[in-house]
């Protein structure tokens, strides 16, 4: 008993840490962005008034149970992918319920967080966010291939599904990094990252800066600021996942900081070069050069390395 | 007095003493001569049945002596055990030949004496022993057949009758020739004597004198292509008449020829050949025909040649103590389903084989016409099932896989067809109503045809060593089931439920490891989804007896011991099955394709086993496991069936049709359960032969892509399915190519993951068709863009729908997830990565056609005229609540199922799955569904906490359905603001090309062929009988020459 009050306090720290940080990394990049087009950009502590805001509202119109359903579900998504994966490799604290199951969990996981989003903006009888879902889903699709494919790569470069023990084995200097050992799996999985972000190139599901689609059209009040707070956990969850996986993991918080930081502006980047794909072509492109590239690595992993 | 009475050579006696009778009575009194007439036809028949009583009872043949002298001076007659029978048979067509035409041949006494005479013809055919003799009652047969074709007095029979004299004329003549050179030879006209002095029969003459023998019996069997005139008979003749040309004629030809094939002893593989091109190029063209008494022609011509060719390779093969069971089986089977097709016919009056829709009026005889059918392509439980099995076996034992693969591909076609004139009279009527004569003499003989086929199965079965009480049941518990069909659906529903649940009691305890999984799954899964049924109302005629007759044959599926017992089953279900959905309102033209490549799985199936008789010389299901040099084409044989049931990519099409024009809560059946035992089939054979050496791992290596291709292709083609059943069906598809993929994998893991795999599709599958099958009775639709919004009229629908896409879609924390884990594990183990990776897509693809079943059908914008609505009915909801309950148990607590699994393979493959308390641990990842399901459960409700706090401080309105974020515009009808057809264009833009018609167009391709091949085999049938004549005197030529080389 008081190891699971233990654990789930431990639990709660490590999620309160996760979402101030995410937060604060979106302010930091909406800055960055910001700097980059001349302007000063947003406040820091931005995203926290708007998520206390949000909150705040007194207000709300509901269009039923599935409806109020959909961000508990999304946001529920977020918590359980971050519960699943180690944050800081060898912390206790930061250790999470990794032991309950292994990367494919993490993986199905995030399904979970896309399904009840799917719900809740169906409910809501807004044909744009059934749409934004479809072509979300869509595109999910698509760049999953090459994350399959990556994730193989790495599952048989080190023999184990475990997230803790791949982390493990890429300790002892960054040449220990799956990005030296397995650059093509890196590669694959950092393409199909852009898809995950929903940043341009593939930004066509949420289409910022245009019309309100995709999702999140009808939200607002406390839904909006559920799924405000998710978009900062599931965004750090991904990030924290792909770092453990190919980037060596992070024993202490500045190096999660940093390295989250840095595959984040990866994204970031891209997305601010490219413009749109329509959902088609996007799909297709996932399922074009970057699978090619997976199904190198594999074979590249089967031939080269060995156990 | 009695005993001379009983003397079979009064067969003859009274024949010709009726036949001269008859004429002169008729004079006197017409009714007199009906009288008469069905006294001598009954005397004879009893005569007949009497012997044949008496030598089945083990009494000797009779050796008949005629004229006080012994052969070869005199004639004399032999009665043993398989003249009995074949007398016996044909006499008893006669007897109810002859009261089905008594009214038509009673018109002229002449015509009831040469009715007689054709009767009497025949039993001499079959029982003399001497060649001329044999050669004269040919003759008289010949004559009264001429005489009688007469009959209908139109154009077209009298100048079919008359080609049928020249033809029959020129090989009777050739046979009397040929006697003349035997005799020539040997001195002898005795058949004995003959085959004592075969030795003589030596050098250019006998070759001369075998040939024309040959031919003279040959023709009369009617071979391609030498058989036009025979064509033009069945066509044209009353259907009486050709009906006593299919069965009685025939069978005295074919006994001929069975006499003298001793004599031509070098000639069998002529005999072979000649009757297997007959067999193959008649059921081909029969394809063509849509004239019913012609395509019945075909048929007899068919069978035939199947019965000479099995005779020829059977003493060929020196297996001759098989040749009563099969050629008997054969025959018995031909006689009595021909000649009732034939009288049908003739009560019908109606030619073309689509006119026969206006069966559907008429269930009476619409049953008759379908257990004829049934059995005359020889399934169970009918001899024809029975002989056609033993000839199999036999053909496989002796090496001769081409003869199989044609006896096969014959029997599919000849089905094909068959099943096709029964699917238009289960459709919908095109032509006027039919009132069909109700007279005595037209509907009892061809009941009384129906029962003596029920009984000679029976009988077979017995003698086959069967086990009557269990194997049986399905069949016992179908009769009781329609003795009862007045009575109201629900009444027969729980007593169908009550027997199941008899059955289950009593069979299952006794049961083990696969099999005790498999019984409950199939027999308990099955009653349970079937509690949905008892919300129709009214007395749903012939559903009940068809349900129990399926899910008992699965029962009896999963105990068999024997491959026979197995084939028996899965015959049964297949029957079962094809005539359940055949009740859909739409489903006529699906019915065909689905016959189709269920039996061409079903023959599948019996290759393989055939193969593995022949390897291990037992039909032993445990037996399996010592096939030895074939064990990679039994377990591709066996595979490939079970492939096709399940519908494997490639050969899917009739999938979606079926499932989706089924009545709606039989689907749920169809695809839950029933696809089970097919998977059952495949574990069992994988179970067997999966961990032999060499090219078995090829097999194995393809069905995993198989499996997993079919699951690609499955999802891909579901999501773009604007009907949901359509949806779903393609859902099944691919969903069971998870489970057919994780089964080829052969390790540990692999079967669990199969079978875990396996129990998670029927509880979900049955929950989705369940909730399905309710929203479309209340939306009165299938089509899903015209529903749409109803959460809010239908929200345990949708709970029982949510529950189902979540457990499809392997999401954590429901049962889905473990299914996944397992397989991902499974295929990763075994080194299949890029497997590994496509099930992977295929999994995210099947996310896109469940949001698309979940949004357009439950979320979005409501209709308006669905505003009312309410909820299905709660009898619906007993078997789904039970699912769900299912897949809660089956997410906390896996490890039920997977020990189960594990243990059954403990011994065989290498443990790959250990659990420690909750956890699971495999080589590569480990998984804790408790532990998941309890994080899982914190996680929702501790964010569902806060908004409901923060809820209390809010105020939150609900509003209407139109009160949307619409860009401006206020959105005022749901059919422009229900996002729901043609849901994926997109994605059809991107992959579409992935899921072009290809396996649809690629069996057109192939039906449209084997037509066109067919048609092109016609040319012989000029219709002119020069042609024909010419054809039989060419037919000579080349048996002389055929004989040249064989000898």
């Known amino acids: 008993m008081a190891y699971w009050a233990t654990k789930i306090g431990y639990f709660s720290i490590c999620l309160l840490v996760v979402t101030v940080y995410g937060l604060l990394l979106a302010a930091t990049i909406a800055r960055t962005m910001a700097k980059v087009q001349g302007r000063i950009g947003i406040p820091y502590w931005q995203p926290f008034l708007d998520i206390i805001k949000n909150l705040g509202k007194r207000t709300a119109i509901s269009h039923g149970v599935m409806f109020f359903l959909g961000p508990v579900f999304r946001i529920a998504g977020g918590i359980g992918t971050l519960a699943f994966v180690p944050v800081l490799y060898g912390s206790e604290m930061f250790g999470n319920f990794t032991f309950a199951g292994d990367l494919l969990l993490a993986v199905y996981f995030v399904f979970f967080g896309q399904l009840g989003m799917a719900l809740g903006a169906g409910e809501s009888g807004h044909p744009y966010s059934a749409i934004g879902v479809a072509r979300g889903l869509g595109q999910m699709t698509a760049f999953e291939v090459p994350f399959a494919l990556a994730i193989i790569s790495i599952v048989i470069q080190y023999d184990t599904l475990s997230i803790g023990q791949i982390t493990a084995a890429q300790q002892g200097g960054f040449e220990h990094w799956t990005l030296f050992t397995n650059p093509l799996a890196t590669v694959a999985a950092m393409i199909a990252f852009l898809g995950m972000t929903g940043y341009s190139p593939f930004d066509v599901v949420l289409a910022p800066n245009e019309i309100p689609i995709g999702p999140p059209t009808e939200f607002h009040s406390s839904y909006l600021a559920l799924m405000a707070t998710n978009q900062a956990i599931f965004a750090a969850a991904k990030l924290v996942l792909f770092m453990d996986l190919f980037f060596g993991g992070a024993t202490n918080l500045i190096e999660l900081v940093i390295k989250t930081w840095a595959i984040y502006m990866v994204a970031v980047v891209v997305g601010a070069a490219f413009p749109r794909f329509r959902v088609d072509q996007s799909i297709r492109f996932f399922l074009k050069v970057p699978t090619l590239i997976g199904i190198a690595s594999v074979f590249f992993v089967q031939t080269l390395l060995v156990h | ?1047």
């Open chain 2, 1 to 1047: 007095m009695v005993a001379a009475l009983l003397e079979p050579l009064n067969l003859i006696i009274a024949g010709l003493a009726a036949g001269f009778l008859l004429p002169l009575i008729g004079q006197w009194r017409r009714g007199a001569a009906k009288g008469l007439f069905v006294l001598t036809l009954a005397y004879m028949a009893g005569l007949a049945l009497h012997g044949l009583l008496g030598a089945a009872g083990g009494a000797p043949a009779l050796d008949i002596q005629t004229a006080g002298i012994a052969p070869p001076f005199a004639i004399n007659l032999r009665f043993g055990l398989e003249e009995a029978f074949f007398v016996g048979a044909v006499n008893l067509a006669g007897l109810f030949g002859g009261w089905y035409l008594l009214a038509r041949l009673g018109e002229r006494a002449g015509s009831l004496a040469l009715f007689v005479v054709l009767v009497m013809g025949i039993d001499g055919m079959i029982m003399t022993r001497d060649l001329f003799n044999l050669f004269i009652f040919i003759e008289i047969t010949g004559i009264a057949t001429y005489g009688l074709l007469a009959l209908a007095g139109t154009g077209n029979s009298l100048v079919a009758g008359f080609k049928y004299v020249i033809a029959t004329s020129i090989a009777s003549t050739f046979f009397l020739l040929g006697t003349v050179f035997l005799y020539q030879l040997t001195g002898t006209l005795n058949i004995d004597g003959l085959v004592r002095h075969a030795g003589l029969i030596v050098g250019p003459v006998a070759t001369v004198a075998s040939a024309m023998l040959l031919t003279g019996v040959l023709i009369e069997l009617k071979p391609y292509p030498a058989n036009g005139w025979g064509l033009d008979v069945y066509e044209t003749a009353p259907p009486g008449i050709a009906a006593m040309v299919s069965v009685g004629v025939s069978a005295g030809a074919f006994f001929a020829l069975y006499k003298v094939l001793p004599l031509l002893g070098d000639l069998l593989p002529v005999v072979a050949g000649v009757g297997g091109a007959t067999f193959l190029v008649s059921n081909l063209i029969g394809l063509r025909q849509s004239n019913a008494r012609r395509l019945l022609g075909y048929s007899s011509i068919a069978q035939m040649a199947l019965m000479s060719a099995a005779l020829a390779i059977l003493l060929q093969t020196g297996k001759t103590q098989a040749i009563p069971w099969i050629l008997g089986g054969l025959f018995i089977n031909h006689l009595l389903a021909k000649a009732g097709l034939f009288w049908l016919a003739g009560a019908l009056g109606r030619d073309q084989t689509r006119d026969w829709s206006v069966l559907s009026g008429h269930p009476i005889h619409l049953i008759g016409f379908a257990l004829l059918i049934v059995a005359l392509v020889g399934l169970p439980p009918f001899p024809g099932f029975w002989a056609k099995w033993e000839l199999i076996m036999q053909l496989s034992d002796s090496g001769l896989s081409l003869w199989v693969v044609l006896v096969l591909v014959g029997s599919l076609l000849e089905a094909v067809y068959l099943f096709r004139w029964l699917g238009h009279a289960l459709g919908a009527p095109t032509s006027a109503p039919l009132t069909i004569e109700s007279r005595t003499s037209t509907w009892a003989p061809i009941a009384a045809f129906c029962a003596v086929l029920a009984a000679g199965g029976y009988y077979m079965a017995e003698a086959r060593g069967f086990d009557m009480v269990w194997s049986l049941a399905p069949l016992y518990a179908a009769v009781v089931l329609f003795a009862i069909d007045a009575l109201p659906g629900r009444v027969k529903g729980l007593l169908l439920l009550a027997g199941l649940g008899a059955y289950g009691y009593l069979t299952i305890p006794g049961l083990q490891g696969l099999a005790w999984l498999f019984a409950l799954m199939l027999v308990g899964g099955g009653a349970l989804i079937s509690i949905a049924s008892l919300r129709r109302g009214g007395a749903q005629r012939g559903y009940y007896p068809l349900l129990a007759m399926l899910l008992l044959s699965l029962g009896e599926l999963v105990r068999a011991q024997t491959s026979l017992q197995f084939f028996f089953a899965w015959e049964l279900m297949t029957i079962s099955s094809y005539f359940l959905i055949a009740r859909g309102r739409e489903a006529g033209p699906q019915l065909l394709a689905y016959l189709a490549f269920s039996l061409a799985s079903a023959f599948l199936l019996l290759a393989g086993f055939g193969l593995a008789y022949a390897d291990t010389g037992s039909t032993l299901l445990a037996a399996l496991g010592r096939v030895d040099a074939h064990a990679p084409w039994v377990l591709g044989l066996l595979a490939a069936g079970f492939v096709i049931k399940v519908g494997g990519l490639g050969v899917h099409i009739w999938l979606p049709g079926a499932y989706a024009e089924a009545e709606d809560d039989f689907t749920a059946v169809l695809s839950a359960v029933v696809s089970k035992g097919a998977i059952f089939g495949l574990l069992l054979a994988a179970l067997h032969l999966g961990l032999k050496s060499g090219a078995v791992h090829a097999v194995l290596y393809v069905l995993g892509w198989v499996g997993l291709l079919t699951a690609l292709w499955g999802a891909l083609m579901a999501l773009f399915q604007e009907d949901v059943k359509r949806l779903l069906a393609y859902s099944s598809m691919g969903q069971v190519g998870y489970i057919v993929a994780a089964a080829a994998v052969m390790s540990q893991l692999g079967w669990v993951a199969s079978i875990y795999l396996a129990v998670n599709h029927l509880l979900f599958k049955g929950l989705l068709f369940l909730a399905v099958a309710g929203v479309i009775h209340r939306t009165g639709t299938r089509l899903m863009y015209k529903m749409g919004g109803l959460i809010t009229n239908m929200p345990l629908s949708f709970v029982s729908v949510l529950v189902g896409i979540i457990a499809i879609s392997g999401v954590p924390p429901l049962s889905g997830f473990g299914g996944k884990w397992l397989l991902f594990n499974a295929l990763m183990d075994k080194g299949w990565y890029l497997q590994a990776a496509l099930a992977f897509f295929a999994g995210a693809v099947a996310f896109l056609y469940l949001f698309r079943l979940i949004h357009t059908v439950f979320l979005g914008q409501r209709k308006l005229e669905h505003k009312d609505l309410k909820e299905a009915s709660w009898i619906t909801f007993v078997p789904q609540f039970a699912l769900i309950g299912c897949i809660m148990v089956l997410s906390v607590y896996p490890r039920l199922l997977t020990d189960l699994a594990s243990n059954m393979v403990a011994g065989i493959l290498p443990a790959g799955l250990k659990w420690s308390g909750t956890l699971a641990e495999s080589h590569l990842g480990y998984w804790d569904p408790m532990m998941i399901m309890g994080i899982v459960a914190g996680v929702f409700m501790v964010p569902l906490a806060v908004l409901l706090f923060m809820s209390l401080f809010m105020h939150i309105q609900r509003v209407k359905q139109f009160n949307i974020v619409f860009a401006a515009e206020r959105p005022d009808r749901p059919e422009t603001t229900h996002y729901a057809y043609n849901f994926y264009a997109f994605y059809d833009r991107a992959l579409g090309f992935l899921v072009r018609p290809r396996a649809t167009a690629f069996w057109d391709g192939v039906s449209e062929w084997i037509q066109t091949f067919a048609g092109a085999l016609r040319v012989f049938y000029t219709g002119n009988g020069q042609t024909y004549a010419l054809f039989v005197m060419a037919y000579l030529a080349a048996i002389y020459f055929m004989a040249g080389e064989v000898s």
